[in-house]
């Protein structure tokens, strides 16, 4: 969807490799920028740097580590201490790999992203969401210390004790302040098995109502809640037909193209209990307990059991299927917004009942978050409401000749549901944002604009990091028509 050339890739066997680079950009006379690049999955570019230096957090680490000793090469791993429940891990370390780096030890981060092939510092940056949210709040809300490399070039340790305004200014930051090099991540107890269940709803009020309950658990003991609450809508007619060989065999067999969809839209509810030998013999229970109090399609509950581990990875064998078939590898339009409790029913008529249609692309994902778990001096933006929901629009572009599944099309209905809340005063907030203009980024920020701008000018003054997200310009772009490309030590950085 956007490509842009670097004058060169850095592949950096430590931090301090990134700190010398940016110190290099931030007293270069002629200017020089410079992105850091995870597993690459940001949606418009963001981690792209037009004439500058690229950095590839993802996997150079341990390539440049396996040329040298062992030790360093067991430095790169993620480090656990069982006895203070955290993992220190690279911050282009894949959430998969911390995880397997933890379960050796019992042990799991609690709070995840749907997906586990991203960069611990790429999620932080933003904020790291999925089913766990309502309860352990995002990724960002459980870190303990960040090891972070400013736009001046400094290597710092912060925490909410030490360096506070960097730490909270680099959580959910958009890599505007500095380069996350280490992550020192809060674990608990690794569950060791997940009963996994799906339910339908023809009704969106019922959905919502109930998908709202679910959270509102959230300060109850284990056996009183479920541990993952998310949703998908169901617009397309194919998919309806084929949602159920698309999950599992349902304890009650249905038609499901025979439900009376309310205006031809469905509504899954997905939930999750987590548990282990000692409440095996609790779990059906505990389980027929919480979908009493539901009010879905009676004949609708799809119900698997499986590991942990699997279940966290679930998406990744979605991924395999996609690739086997040649459709990972196309452009991904995805469009992430938060929207308000007060007008999902709105957002629901608007979208998913007249914008949508009945093609949908992909996958469209809905479910509610507590604000209270946010921690609001991070540099994350949520709408002001206590409760507040993810739509997600998860879609794929493919060249099939037919127009609704183009990537002109789908941008264009994206501008479109902008366009809507904007009308109708829906106050929604993109997650993962992307915007051309910076009246734009004022506009998102709100409030809190005042004190992004101003933690700018304090950790990287000169605007050289993260220019792909295209908040601030570089202090020298002026000067940028006429500069030469720079030269570069061989030893620390390799020709793109």
Same mark, same amino acid.
């Given at each position: 969807m956007t490509r842009t050339k670097p004058q060169a890739v850095l592949h950096p066997a430590s931090a301090e490799d990134v700190a010398r680079l940016i110190q290099a950009a931030y007293g270069s006379a002629q200017g020089l920028t410079v992105s850091a690049r995870g597993h690459g999955h940001s949606i418009n570019g963001q981690a792209q740097a037009t004439n500058g230096v690229v950095i590839k957090m993802s996997g150079s680490r341990e390539r440049t580590a396996a040329d040298q000793t062992s030790a360093v090469a067991a430095a790169a791993r993620p480090r656990v201490s069982e006895r203070e429940m955290y993992v220190d891990v690279w911050g282009g370390e894949l959430w998969i790999e911390v995880l397997k780096a933890t379960l050796e030890h019992g042990l799991a981060p609690k709070s995840w992203t749907d997906y586990l092939y991203l960069t611990v510092g790429g999620t932080l940056s933003n904020a790291g969401i999925s089913g766990q949210t309502f309860n352990h709040g995002p990724q960002i809300a459980n870190v303990q210390e960040l090891d972070v490399v400013t736009g001046k070039g400094e290597l710092l340790t912060c925490s909410e004790e030490k360096n506070s305004e960097l730490f909270h200014a680099?959580?959910?930051?958009l890599g505007q302040f500095g380069i996350i090099t280490r992550a020192r991540i809060a674990l608990e107890p690794a569950p060791q098995r997940v009963r996994w269940i799906r339910v339908l709803y023809s009704n969106f009020s019922s959905f919502t109502k109930d998908q709202e309950f679910l959270i509102s658990l959230h300060g109850l003991p284990a056996s009183q809640r479920v541990d993952y609450v998310e949703g998908f809508v169901i617009v397309d007619e194919g998919l309806i037909n084929n949602w159920r060989s698309s999950f599992f065999s349902p304890r009650n067999p249905v038609k499901l193209s025979s439900i009376n969809a309310d205006e031809g839209? @469905?509504?899954?509810?997905?939930?999750?209990?987590?548990?282990?030998?000692?409440?095996?013999?609790?779990?059906?229970?505990?389980v027929e307990g919480?979908?009493?109090?539901?009010?879905?399609?009676?004949?609708?509950?799809?119900?698997?059991?499986?590991?942990?581990?699997?279940?966290?990875?679930?998406?990744?064998?979605?991924?395999?299927?996609?690739?086997?078939?040649?459709?990972?590898?196309?452009?991904?339009?995805?469009?992430?917004?938060?929207?308000?409790?007060? #007008?999902?029913?709105?957002?629901?008529?608007?979208?998913?009942?007249?914008?949508?249609?009945?093609?949908?692309?992909?996958?469209i994902l809905i479910y509610p978050m507590n604000k209270g778990k946010w921690d609001q001096r991070s540099s994350a933006m949520t709408p002001d409401e206590d409760v507040f929901y993810l739509v997600a629009l998860l879609r794929s572009a493919l060249d099939t000749g037919d127009e609704t599944q183009s990537l002109e099309y789908l941008m264009h209905q994206n501008r479109q549901i902008l366009r809507f809340c904007a009308n109708a005063g829906i106050?929604?907030?993109?997650? @993962?944002?992307?915007?051309?203009?910076?009246?734009?980024?004022?506009?998102?920020?709100?409030?809190?604009?005042?004190?992004?701008?101003? #933690?700018?000018?304090?950790?990287?003054?000169?605007?050289?990091?993260?220019?792909?997200?295209?908040?601030?310009?570089?202090?020298?772009?002026?000067?940028?028509?006429?500069?030469?490309?720079?030269?570069?030590?061989?030893?620390?950085?390799?020709?793109?």
């Open positions: 680099v959580l959910g930051g839209v @469905l509504y899954c509810l997905e939930i999750t209990k987590n548990y282990d030998e000692s409440t095996a013999e609790t779990i059906d229970q505990e919480l979908l009493r109090k539901l009010d879905f399609i009676p004949t609708s509950v799809f119900t698997t059991d499986l590991p942990y581990v699997d279940f966290l990875d679930r998406v990744h064998k979605a991924e395999l299927k996609l690739r086997s078939k040649g459709l990972w590898d196309v452009p991904h339009p995805w469009f992430n917004l938060f929207v308000p409790k007060s #007008r999902i029913s709105d957002f629901d008529e608007g979208v998913f009942k007249s914008i949508l249609g009945n093609k949908t692309s992909g996958p106050k929604a907030k993109q997650y @993962l944002p992307h915007y051309t203009t910076q009246q734009e980024w004022v506009d998102h920020f709100g409030d809190k604009w005042a004190q992004f701008h101003m #933690r700018k000018m304090e950790f990287d003054p000169r605007h050289i990091l993260a220019i792909g997200q295209r908040i601030f310009t570089p202090s020298f772009a002026h000067n940028t028509k006429n500069t030469k490309p720079i030269n570069t030590h061989n030893s620390i950085i390799a020709s793109s």
